[in-house]
């Protein structure tokens, strides 16, 4: 069992910054492949990123690939989602979600935060 609480989504301006983080508690929360993924109304929910347990390893959408940057503080159990040069295009509600496996594919994610909005305006 993983718990996931995702936390910073907000109103910015178009070109601002904004970091989301996801705070994970339960027995697999540290050894779990933690992915960022955004649904905005009236789309599918789309990857925009993930990362393994120890870091090692990321992956990103190609939406947000060269302005999004994927992290983990695991002595914090902490997995952090830094958005820079934001877009209108990029107002969703962001997720964060749990996994045994490194992918993109959100049917392989099991648990699921509560996700937190982000509005990016003109």
């Known amino acids: 069992q993983v718990q996931l609480v995702e936390s910073g989504g907000g109103l910015v301006q178009a070109g601002d910054s904004l970091r989301l983080s996801c705070a994970a508690s339960g027995r697999s929360s540290s050894s779990s492949v933690i992915g960022w993924f955004r649904q905005a109304p009236g789309k599918e929910r789309e990857f925009v990123a993930c990362?393994?347990?120890?870091?090692?390893?990321?992956l990103y959408g190609n939406s947000v690939k060269g302005r999004f940057t994927i992290s983990r503080d695991n002595a914090k159990l902490t997995v952090y989602l830094q958005m820079n040069s934001l877009k209108p295009e990029d107002t969703a509600v962001y997720y964060c979600?749990?996994?045994?496996?490194?992918?993109?594919?959100?049917?392989?994610?099991?648990?699921w935060g509560q996700g937190t909005q982000v509005t990016v305006s003109l």
């Open positions: 990362i393994t347990s120890s870091g090692a390893n990321t």
């Open positions: 979600a749990a996994s045994g496996q490194f992918t993109r594919s959100r049917y392989s994610y099991n648990y």
